[in-house]
């Protein structure tokens, strides 16, 4: 983050304390720059501003934006996302060069992935890299850049490319929020560009995503529900998709 852009977001945050909310179109006139500029500044605040509906608020205010906490999240319905990457795995296949998510969702993936060796994984979060590292067959990729530690993950400009430049057999993406209507969603807008670069550049597409995330919008939108080739789930967000009526990815139930 240059200098420029630690002021504007200062002068944000201070106008933000006093409670409230900013449109996004009102904070690039305060500041004099582009909206396009505002969001750049959001996106390097490390999750201390979001935006909720097209208007900007600090992150940890209650009244209007949880705050995503990895650490918090790791002891959260554990149970359901070892179910739900128990199924995920069966769709891995030995040589496969893997997109593995930051947040926990995918976190118990990685341990299941000894037995289905050699295998390559390609990921931007710590955590996910970490258990990686002391699993055995799998080589590692770690996409680097700018660490943001409430969510445990690297986020760069030039992140994008090259995960288009892998090639990537099987994408298993994470949310914060899935949507029947609004799609696809997660709280840190540095996340948006490697998850839309995995989308694009995969041959498969899979979102694992459990049932507390079903009906929930979070800040940064990054997928239609038709973009991925499978929904790994549980059985409250299979009822709800299948009673979406329009065309789906295959279900997947855990």
Known sequence: MNGRSAMRLSRLQELLARGGTIHLSEAAGLCGVSEMTIRRDVAASEGALVFIGGRLVLADNPQYAPVYNLDAEQGSH???????????????????????????????????????????????????????????????????????????SFGSDEMATTIRRLGINKAFISAAGLHVERGVSCFHFHEVAAKQAAIEAAEQRILVVDDSKLGRIRPAYFAELEEFDWIVTQRETNEALQGRGSPLPRLALA
């Open 78 to 152: 554990m149970p359901a996302k070892h179910r739900l990457c128990e199924r995920a795995v069966a769709l891995v296949e030995e040589g496969d060069t893997l997109f593995i998510d930051c947040g926990t969702t995918l976190l118990p993936l990685v341990g299941a992935l000894a037995d289905r060796g050699p295998l390559t994984v390609v990921t931007y979060a710590l955590n996910v890299a970490e258990a990686a590292s002391r699993t055995p067959n799998l080589r590692l990729v770690l996409l680097g850049g700018l660490y943001h530690a409430s969510s445990q």
